[in-house]
Structures are given as C-alpha cells and as structure tokens.
DNA sequence: CGTTTTGTTCAGTCTTGACCGAACCAAAAA
DNA sequence: TTTTTGGTTCGGTCAAGACTGAACAAAACG
C-alpha cells in the first residue's frame, strides 16, 4: 500500500471515529489531516484542496477545532492568510475538565429525578441514589486524577 | 405546575440529554419515564401509552436499554406479559468500564498516527505523542478510580 | 385447532443536520 | 479606486437514521 493511500485511509477513518463520538465527520478529517500531513503549517486553501472539500465546511468545522483548542492559528509577518497547526498549547486537562460536565448534567438528572418520586425508598428511587452515588464520586475523583497527571508531566 | 407535567417534562429533558449523548431521543425517555414513575414494574404496553411511541420504537430502544444493563425485564408466574424496572444490580462500574474503551480506540488513532509520520520530532509528532501519554495515563488511572468505589461502596 | 395477547421485524416516511455553492465582506495590493 | 485574496455566511440539497405502521411470529388461552 502507497503511504499516501495509508494516510488518506487513516483522515477517512479519523473522520469516521469523530461520527462515531457525535462530532462532524469533516473536524475528524481535519485533524487527521493534521495528524499525518509532513507540513509543518496548514493554510486554509490547503485544507480544501487536500481534503476535496467546501471552503464552507472547512471554515466552520474549522472553527469548531480552534475554540475546543485542537488547533492552533499561526500568522505570519507580511503574509495575507493564516495558517493552521496542532497546537502545541492543547490542554488535555482542561479538555477532560469540559467534557466532565456532560457527567454532571447528567448527575443532575438523577437528583431531579429523585425529588419527583413519590417514594424515596422503593426500587427506582434506590437505583436513582446508587446512580447520584457513583456520579458523585467520579466528580469528586476526577479532578484528583488530573492533578496526579499534572505532576506526572510537569517531571517531564 | 401540575405534578404530572413536571414529570413529562422530565422525561422529556431526559430524552433530549440521551440525544445530546448521541443515543436515541426514546431510549432517553424510555429511562427517564421508569425513574419518575410511581408503578414499581413497567409493561411493555404501558411504554407504548405513556409515552404515545409505537411499539416498534418501544421495542429496538428497550432492547439497548437491556443490553447495556440499565433495565431489567421481570417475568410473574401465571402472567404472560414481560415487565421491566431500572436494574437493582446495575454496574456503574462496568457501564464506565465499557465507555472507556473509545478512550483507547483514540488513543489508538493517535498511537497509528504517528507511526505514519515522516519526522518523529516535528510539532505534529509532538502533539500525537502527548495525546497519547495523557490518554495512556487515563487508561491506567480509571481501573484504580474504580476499584476505590468498588471498596467505598461495599462498606455501605 | 382458532383466537387473543405480546412482542419483533421490516419497509417506508419524515426530520435533522452536515455539506455544498454562491453571494458576500474585509483587507491588502495594485 | 478597482481588483484580488482569504475567508465567512446563508439558502438549499442530500443522506442518515429515528420513528411509524403493518405484516408477521410465538405462545398461551378457549
């Protein structure tokens, strides 16, 4: 197999795998594109030639890619467009944090779901309890961990 | 607000959070609906009423529903009709155990990204390597976190 | 046996939203 | 000023898949 069909077949099946977690197919390419490309910086034209796609969709899906802080925007001195690259910044902490919300929500859910019960003792109020227990714990536990792996790589 | 409202719009909420999650907006109902309701065991045809669903929808979403372990069927001798509740031995710990693994299929993408890499060194390979240690390090974390509530939950 | 109850399955519909093309805009260049 | 470049935005299209209804099974009842 060529390397340019092995990198093509992996921004495909990145694409893929981001459906697969809710996100747009096109971030996924994206950011494969940006994974195994040999360029060092990406310009936006570039992205829509190699990945045969709308200026439109790159420009939004793009966008998306750069407020979760996949992707990092690189101008250059005396030159009009702005390039685009992993960013050598990203925060996975802060990134895990933001996705740990979603646990939350639905911790709340739970809880609300508890209050509307007529019983507080029977099967489903139960199993609402032991569910708020676990979400609790995973909320409290979490932060915890990722402090463990600030020090971890701050070593590094 | 009536009481019963209340608890449709739970249910409802609770629908459009299982879709926010990229799960079926019924499958969300189908749970929210045995959290908030008085009857201690649910049919198959109270489903389809209380939620105005056909039987067919009712039927794939309580099937996922089973699968993953939130719902327990509940057969009585001398009745034909299966009956469900949310799951006294529902496991928290293995339904995150399970979401888990699309934090390795990830890190798997990072991992095979790099192996297609020209250059080990440049910003790309950089960024691919960090993304996978910080990965490696939530996959080798999270069996421990669990194990904690595993002993924390026992006690009680 | 038929009939009724309980649920499954499958073809079709309808909605959602990702993507496209074209019109548009801002800034630099000419 | 006019033109070119780089990118955004907006209306429309198209595909995926959630839900429906109807046809179908299986098992208990009469």
Chains 1, 2 share one sequence.
Request: glycine letters at 6%.
């Amino acid at each position: 197999m060529s390397l340019d069909t092995e990198r093509d077949r992996f921004i495909e099946d990145n694409g893929l795998l981001f459906e697969r977690l809710g996100v747009t197919r096109m971030s996924g390419r994206i950011l494969g594109y940006l994974m195994v490309t040999d360029k060092e910086k990406v310009s936006f034209s570039e992205m829509t030639e190699a990945l045969q796609a709308s200026k439109s969709s790159i420009s939004t899906n793009l966008k998306m890619l750069l407020q979760i802080g996949f992707v990092k925007p690189l101008t250059i001195p005396g030159e009009r467009k702005t390039y685009y690259m992993l960013s050598p910044e990203m925060d996975w902490k802060a990134y895990f944090s933001e996705r740990l919300e979603m646990i939350g929500i639905m911790n709340n859910m739970f809880k609300k779901g508890l209050t509307l019960r007529s019983s507080t003792k029977d099967n489903a109020a139960q199993w609402l309890r032991e569910a708020s227990e676990f979400y609790d714990f995973i909320i409290e536990e979490f932060p915890a961990m990722l402090k463990r792996w600030e020090e971890k790589s701050k070593t590094t």
